[in-house]
């Protein structure tokens, strides 16, 4: 089975990654486009949902609340944090998109125990890491140093045309604190222009999983295991939005030793 899950250009849905069709225990995505009115009804189940709204305004009507004119940006290249929502298990919700919108539905297993509450935007922590041909631009939505969530972890990430992110290749597959975490984790990308390509490429120190993908506007990658460095070509911006969860909720990762040298250069 391939990682790279490739975009449905038309209609509403636009990926839908469950923990079954990955074949593992934690993470669930969907990214969905949604125009003036249209609604989509759920419920988050047995899991808890962090909604993310990428683009446009929509009115989220959930717990007895209704959130209304939700949305900070018209594209996620916007250099604007995100509008999200955290909504526990046993929750139904219905979606309404005031004008053209776009909505990422993040979920894992919860226990229950954190309520319904917006993520302010002005909270989110934003950050420039890396120097040079490595530098990118963070926007922490519900970082592991929240601590209103049971599992999910939810960051975007701006790569600069002619960058790397992700980089140098680090890996968090192994259940070995503090040296490490296990977090299964999905990328959803975007390019700008949307004509382009980015690559990204999963591997293991056996090499027993190396893929090396071509990602267009709207891909979604897998990355059940092994390091995964991302390249944003000349010409190109490259966003993503990452989706972590695993056994505990803790983002420790562990660099390729093989390229680790790098970080120590002057």
């Known amino acids: 089975m391939s990682l790279l899950k490739k975009a449905h250009k038309t209609g509403r849905e636009i990926v839908n990654i469950t923990p079954e069709s990955a074949g593992w225990q934690f993470v669930g995505f969907r990214a969905l486009r949604l125009g003036a009115g249209e609604r989509e009804a759920l419920s988050t189940g047995k899991r808890e949902l962090c909604l993310v709204v990428l683009s446009g305004k929509v009115d989220v009507a959930v717990g ?71 530098l990118r631009h963070v926007c922490d939505i519900l970082p592991h140093t929240d601590p209103g969530a049971d599992h999910l972890l939810v960051v975007e990430v701006l790569t600069p045309a002619g960058h ?7 890996k968090h597959d192994r259940d070995a604190a503090p040296l490490e975490t296990q977090l ?43 390091y995964h460095p991302v390249v944003a070509p000349h010409g190109y911006s490259l966003y993503y939005l990452n989706v972590m969860a695993g056994p505990t909720r803790n983002w420790v990762f562990m660099n390729d030793p093989a390229h680790e040298w790098m970080l120590n250069r002057t």
């Open 184 to 226: 299964e984790e999905t990328y959803y990308h975007r390019i700008d222009p949307p004509q382009g390509f980015g690559f990204q490429r999963v591997y293991t120190d056996d090499r027993s999983l190396d893929e090396a993908m071509a990602v267009e506007d709207r891909d979604t990658v897998m990355v059940p295991r092994g």
């Open 164 to 170: 790397s992110s992700s980089y140098p290749p680090h």
């Open 64 to 134: 007895g609340q209704t959130f209304v004119g939700l949305g900070t940006r018209e594209h996620v290249f916007d250099p604007v944090s995100p509008a999200a929502l955290y909504v526990p298990p046993g929750q139904p919700l219905v979606i309404t998109a005031q004008g053209e919108a776009e909505i990422a539905l993040a979920t894992a297993p919860s226990s229950g125990r954190h309520p319904l509450r917006l993520i302010d935007p002005a909270a989110m922590q934003r950050s420039v890491r890396g120097q040079g041909s490595n």
